[in-house]
């Protein structure tokens, strides 16, 4: 692949309003430059790789994610508390503990009728469901063929973009049950997240005092 | 004094999970009787705040109490000739509900790591306006989508409903006019004989108001009437 397509795609997905695959890159590039141009999935990746590491040696704010099958300019973490201030989406409420539950049971084991995921999460999960679906977080995939033919649910592309994942294969391996039992490396799990909360409340604090000066 | 803290649980499982991490109970060998006594606690607690939640919790209280009463019984026996513990079923359910709880707590850490980026598209005013492809046409819509939005479009389409409002000339004068002809003849006329005929109600209001005016100048005379809900109109004195 010539160097000028470091560029190309760059701007391709600078230029993109949501996730952009490599196939639709390679699609414009021939399409433009014509079939016998050599561009692969793999020479995207690496330009990728390429481009990314140009952004870090130049300290720039913002890097290509892979996700959902694709690619997505973002800003970087360091930036999010300025972002989000602006930003609408970012103050949007996290889902609840029982909907991110109820999601990783779709994940893991979709497509899946809503009795199984009952039944393992013992609780009625009509509601979840409905917010998910709402959320387009997952969606109807069709029908089982067991008896009263029900709704299987998957997850959608929003999803993984939603947790930052390129593809489902990309999700953290559930421990085997034996594993289970030995809990010790949960515990830095859970103080991370608590150290994740503890920064969103303080921004929220932040927030607030704010609208109160303003009042 | 005995206070009670209540924390929030997604459900029975997670409940029977806590109970056994906060005691460090062993998974496999859970004291059926002690725990179910905890359980029955909790269960009866939430039974006055919610109800709706505490369905999923008596059904699993019932198991428990289902599972102690086996382990009083002498043991089934399986094909094999193992002795079936009765725990057995319980115990797979909640390493099962455990491996997903784990994954969720990943989960939500990569959930709250991915609200820290701000991805670029983040935009709606220059929509990209792509001419349909053929291969395009059907890209992420399945037949529930269609089906979904043939059943909001069907139920979207209510035809409005049209009234039709007929005016009607009716006058207090005239039914002074009737009602003292009909008092003429007969003497005795029931209220609701009066108005027996009339279809709208505008006519039988006019109607009343005619005969209050009949009263206040004296024409006729009310009385009260045998029938229920009724009155008598009689021929006044002037």
């Given at each position: 692949m010539e160097k000028i397509y470091n560029s190309v795609i760059e701007a391709l997905i600078f230029s993109s309003d949501d996730v952009i695959s490599a196939n639709e890159m390679i699609k414009a590039i021939k399409v433009i430059d014509g079939e016998e141009v050599q561009v692969s999935a793999g020479e995207i990746e690496e330009a990728i790789d390429f481009l990314n590491k140009n952004y870090e040696e130049q300290n720039l704010s913002f890097r290509i994610l892979r996700i959902a099958n694709g690619y997505l300019f973002a800003t970087t973490k360091d930036y999010s508390k300025y972002v989000g201030y602006l930003s609408s989406e970012k103050s949007k409420r996290r889902l609840s503990q029982a909907a991110v539950e109820t999601l990783s049971i779709i994940a893991y084991k979709?497509?899946?009728?809503k009795p199984v995921i009952e039944s393992i999460r013992g609780v009625n999960s009509d509601y979840i469901l409905n917010t998910l679906l709402e959320k387009n977080l997952v969606t109807i995939s069709g029908r089982a063929e067991?008896?009263?033919r029900p709704l299987l649910y998957s997850t959608t592309e929003e999803f993984l973009k939603y947790f930052g994942l390129?593809?489902?294969?990309?999700?953290p391996k559930p421990r085997e049950i034996e594993e289970?039992?030995?809990?010790?490396?949960f515990i830095e799990q859970k103080r991370k997240i608590m150290m994740n909360t503890l920064e969103d409340s303080m921004e929220n604090e932040i927030r607030t005092d704010e609208n109160a000066d303003q009042t | 004094m005995y206070k009670i803290k209540l924390e929030h649980f997604e459900g029975p499982l997670d409940l029977l999970l806590f109970f056994i991490k906060r005691d460090e109970l062993n998974i496999y060998d859970i004291p059926i009787s002690k725990i179910t006594k905890e359980f029955l606690e909790y269960v009866n607690l939430i039974k006055m705040l919610d109800l709706e939640v505490a369905g999923d919790f008596i059904l699993m209280a019932s198991t428990l109490m289902h599972i102690k009463v086996r382990m009083l019984l002498p043991r089934e026996v399986d094909e094999k000739g193992e002795e079936i513990d009765p725990r057995a079923e319980l115990v797979k359910a909640l390493l099962e509900y455990k491996r997903y709880k784990e994954v969720s707590d990943d989960l939500a850490y990569m959930e709250s790591n991915q609200r820290k980026l701000s991805f670029?598209?983040?935009?709606?005013?220059?929509e990209k306006v792509a001419v349909p492809e053929y291969d395009t046409l059907l890209k992420n819509v399945t037949v529930y989508d269609l089906a979904k939005a043939f059943k909001h479009v069907l139920e979207g389409v209510k035809e409005e409903p049209v009234h039709q409002i007929q005016r009607l000339n009716i006058t207090i004068d005239e039914q002074i006019e009737y009602i003292i002809n009909l008092i003429e003849t007969h003497d005795e006329v029931h209220f609701l004989t009066l108005v027996?005929?009339?279809?709208?109600k505008i006519r039988i209001i006019v109607t009343f108001i005619a005969l209050l005016e009949l009263v206040k100048i004296g024409r006729i005379k009310l009385k009260e009437s045998k029938r229920f809900n009724d009155f008598l109109l009689l021929k006044g004195d002037n």
């Amino acid at each position: 692949m010539e160097k000028i397509y470091n560029s190309v795609i760059e701007a391709l997905i600078f230029s993109s309003d949501d996730v952009i695959s490599a196939n639709e890159m390679i699609k414009a590039i021939k399409v433009i430059d014509g079939e016998e141009v050599q561009v692969s999935a793999g020479e995207i990746e690496e330009a990728i790789d390429f481009l990314n590491k140009n952004y870090e040696e130049q300290n720039l704010s913002f890097r290509i994610l892979r996700i959902a099958n694709g690619y997505l300019f973002a800003t970087t973490k360091d930036y999010s508390k300025y972002v989000g201030y602006l930003s609408s989406e970012k103050s949007k409420r996290r889902l609840s503990q029982a909907a991110v539950e109820t999601l990783s049971i779709i994940a893991y084991k979709q497509p899946i009728t809503k009795p199984v995921i009952e039944s393992i999460r013992g609780v009625n999960s009509d509601y979840i469901l409905n917010t998910l679906l709402e959320k387009n977080l997952v969606t109807i995939s069709g029908r089982a063929e067991s008896v009263g033919r029900p709704l299987l649910y998957s997850t959608t592309e929003e999803f993984l973009k939603y947790f930052g994942l390129n593809k489902l294969s990309d999700l953290p391996k559930p421990r085997e049950i034996e594993e289970i039992m030995n809990d010790e490396d949960f515990i830095e799990q859970k103080r991370k997240i608590m150290m994740n909360t503890l920064e969103d409340s303080m921004e929220n604090e932040i927030r607030t005092d704010e609208n109160a000066d303003q009042t | 004094m005995y206070k009670i803290k209540l924390e929030h649980f997604e459900g029975p499982l997670d409940l029977l999970l806590f109970f056994i991490k906060r005691d460090e109970l062993n998974i496999y060998d859970i004291p059926i009787s002690k725990i179910t006594k905890e359980f029955l606690e909790y269960v009866n607690l939430i039974k006055m705040l919610d109800l709706e939640v505490a369905g999923d919790f008596i059904l699993m209280a019932s198991t428990l109490m289902h599972i102690k009463v086996r382990m009083l019984l002498p043991r089934e026996v399986d094909e094999k000739g193992e002795e079936i513990d009765p725990r057995a079923e319980l115990v797979k359910a909640l390493l099962e509900y455990k491996r997903y709880k784990e994954v969720s707590d990943d989960l939500a850490y990569m959930e709250s790591n991915q609200r820290k980026l701000s991805f670029r598209g983040n935009f709606s005013a220059d929509e990209k306006v792509a001419v349909p492809e053929y291969d395009t046409l059907l890209k992420n819509v399945t037949v529930y989508d269609l089906a979904k939005a043939f059943k909001h479009v069907l139920e979207g389409v209510k035809e409005e409903p049209v009234h039709q409002i007929q005016r009607l000339n009716i006058t207090i004068d005239e039914q002074i006019e009737y009602i003292i002809n009909l008092i003429e003849t007969h003497d005795e006329v029931h209220f609701l004989t009066l108005v027996e005929n009339m279809k709208e109600k505008i006519r039988i209001i006019v109607t009343f108001i005619a005969l209050l005016e009949l009263v206040k100048i004296g024409r006729i005379k009310l009385k009260e009437s045998k029938r229920f809900n009724d009155f008598l109109l009689l021929k006044g004195d002037n």
